[in-house]
């Protein structure tokens, strides 16, 4: 149990429609960073927020936009999603100041697009 | 282009015996590296880290070694027990400090 919730777990949608994905971060933590893994492969850094503003960003287009709350929750938007979006979306919760041992992933989102 | 790299897909070790998990890495401006474990329908949970100052870091029955010079590191587990089954991931952190690069990890089993 890390603290950190993610919904939904699984979801389907289809090719060019839009996903919301949530993260309740941490309770004291104020940074959330997204990752995304595909099947075979490791967590791929999406982007970060820290006092809900986007604090760093991996190689993903701009289709992939997010939002941090004043609680430090967050939200991951996908636009226009295509098959390869399908994977399981991760949920790191931290503090700024983070070591690996203070680092929480939720348990993630499955999103399958068809 | 991958920055940690984890050849073995996967490993089958005999319960009670040595697993060694291996990562090498390309970016000689990582200093900061973790492993992580991950179990089906689970998000990652950290296992143990090493800082470039060292070249050893022991925790309980994990052990991760750190070669600078090869970019080379590795996770010993002993025992190694039927619950340590799992995927593993090494991770470096960037170099800008702010998230970690991961390999695409190794699925352990260890089998009774």
């Known amino acids: 149990e890390t603290g950190v919730t993610q919904s939904p777990t699984h979801l389907i949608k289809t090719r060019g429609q839009q996903v919301t994905l949530r993260c309740s971060s941490q309770?004291?933590?104020?940074?959330v960073s997204w990752y995304q893994q595909a099947l075979g492969q490791g967590p791929q850094f999406i982007f970060q927020y820290y006092r809900e503003e986007e604090n760093g960003r991996g190689n993903f287009p701009p289709r992939f936009s997010g939002l941090q709350f004043p609680n430090y929750s967050s939200e991951l938007n996908v636009n226009a999603l295509e098959l390869d979006d399908s994977a399981l979306y991760l949920c790191?919760?931290?503090?700024?100041?983070?070591?690996?041992?203070?680092?929480?992933f939720g348990e993630g989102s499955w999103l399958t697009v068809v | 282009d991958q920055q940690v790299k984890q050849n073995s897909p996967s490993l089958s070790v005999q319960e009670g015996r040595i697993s060694i998990l291996n990562c090498d890495y390309t970016?000689?401006?990582?200093?900061?590296f973790l492993w992580y474990k991950k179990y089906p329908a689970e998000g990652p949970t950290f296992l143990i880290s090493?800082?470039?100052?060292?070249d050893k870091n022991e925790d309980g029955r994990f052990t991760v070694f750190l070669n600078k010079s090869a970019k080379h590191l590795s996770l010993h587990i002993v025992p190694s027990q039927p619950g340590d089954s799992a995927v593993y991931f090494c991770a470096a952190l960037d170099n800008y400090g702010q998230n970690f690069v991961f390999g695409p990890g190794t699925r352990l089993s260890v089998l009774p």
């Open positions: 309770s004291g933590h104020n940074t």
């Open positions: 790191a919760s931290s503090t700024k100041d983070r070591v690996g041992n203070t680092i929480y």
């Open positions: 970016n000689s401006m990582f200093d900061y």
């Open positions: 090493i800082s470039s100052i060292k």
